[in-house]
């Protein structure tokens, strides 16, 4: 690795150490060179290492273990795909959420069970609808009835692919809560659980399309204005 410029040191220090571990200078589950080594080695204060680490750490990236030292956890840039898809249209983002959406629910239909019912319409009630003031917490509150269809489902990777996309996931609802895009109603909302609660995945799966469509439709109109 080579010297770091004295700009933006502790990104540039990010991206230097991210750039060695995606080219598997360290395989999985070898140790980092130690602080010291590293400081030497990017010509920057240990301090600026340390932030480098705890940021390559939260993107999933290292590991450090109390009183061992850091050592590589993946090599594969977990970050570029969220990345990716925040580029994407809000059109792109809203349609492959349907696809998730759908898929969720018509599992949660096969696989619904009261209390799995009761809990969505108790989160349903919980979000209410919005009526102008604080709209990131009305998100939070929409947010969280969706993913718990997508919990409903019983399907661990679709779980954990719309967590993962829970912030694009988030943009996608509050863009309704403008004057340009259609947010869908309560009514709208409650239909998906009465859907569910039938246990038939073709009512569910038509219950989130005609939830979604009024939302697509409006973005076509606005992509050809």
Wanted: hydrophobic fraction near 50%; charge should be neutral; aromatic fraction near 4%.
């Amino acid at each position: 690795m080579q010297p770091l410029a004295k700009t933006n040191l502790a990104e540039t220090a990010i991206k230097a150490i991210r750039a060695e571990i995606l080219a598997k200078r360290w395989a999985i589950g070898d140790k980092l060179p130690n602080e010291a080594t590293l400081s030497a080695m990017l010509s920057v204060s240990r301090g600026t290492i340390r932030e480098a680490v705890r940021v390559l750490v939260s993107q999933g990236l290292l590991e450090t273990r109390q009183g061992s030292g850091t050592y590589v956890l993946s090599t594969t840039d977990a970050v570029l795909p969220l990345t990716m898809a925040r580029r994407a249209s809000l059109r792109d983002l809203f349609e492959a959420r349907c696809a998730l959406d759908v898929e969720a629910a018509r599992l949660a239909a096969l696989r619904q069970a009261p209390d799995t019912v009761a809990v969505l319409r108790g989160l349903l009630a919980q979000r209410g609808n919005f009526e102008g003031g604080d709209k990131s917490a009305f998100v939070k509150r929409d947010l969280a009835f969706h993913q718990a269809i997508i919990a409903a489902s019983g399907n661990r990777a679709m779980i954990e692919i719309y967590a993962f996309f829970s912030t694009s996931i988030a943009e996608t609802i509050e863009a309704t809560l403008g004057e340009d895009i259609p947010e869908p109603d309560m009514q709208a909302h409650t239909d998906i659980v009465d859907a569910i609660a039938t246990g038939d995945p073709d009512k569910a799966d038509a219950a989130v399309r005609r939830f979604m469509a009024p939302v697509i439709s409006a973005l076509d109109r606005m992509l050809l204005s």
